[in-house]
């Protein structure tokens, strides 16, 4: 029964983020992009729905941080690392330039194919080739590498 309630929820904040990426607009590219063109013909309009995201965030994590324990698990998992590390800088540079280059990031690309175009669905088939890639080719810090 657990898990039907966790995957209930799951679906449900994923709706609710959806809906929330598509009432904000950033499943429009030419929003997104309008945003990041500081030097020309700027669009401010994301910089209220990313503080409001950071201001979610941060009671969202001020009140979970207050809890002894999630509701559908045992502990929280919350990171450990601190070190600012070339993986790290590395992962948002790639990051950065794919969403000043085409106006999406992976949120927003996944709700965006909601609205049936193909450049969306084009961009979410390259971002799991591009994900699995680096699932093959890229070792997770800690795992021993498997001999070919």
Avoid: E
């Amino acid at each position: 029964m657990t898990d039907i309630k966790a995957a209930l929820i799951a679906l449900l904040a994923g709706l609710v983020f959806g809906v929330g990426l598509y009432i904000s607009q950033m499943v429009n590219p030419a929003k997104v992009l309008g945003f990041l063109d500081v030097a020309g013909n700027w669009d401010p309009s994301l910089a209220v729905v990313m503080g409001g995201a950071l201001a979610v965030t941060a009671l969202g994590n001020a009140f979970a941080r207050a809890q002894p324990a999630p509701l559908l698990a045992t502990s929280f998992q919350w990171p450990t690392s601190r070190q600012i590390d070339a993986r790290l800088v590395g992962g948002a540079a790639l990051f950065g330039i794919g969403w000043g280059l085409v106006g999406f990031c992976p949120g927003p690309a996944l709700a965006g194919l909601s609205l049936g175009l193909w450049p969306v669905a084009q961009f979410v088939a390259a971002m799991f080739i591009g994900m699995a890639a680096h699932a093959y080719l890229v070792p997770t810090p800690g795992t021993p590498v498997q001999p070919a």
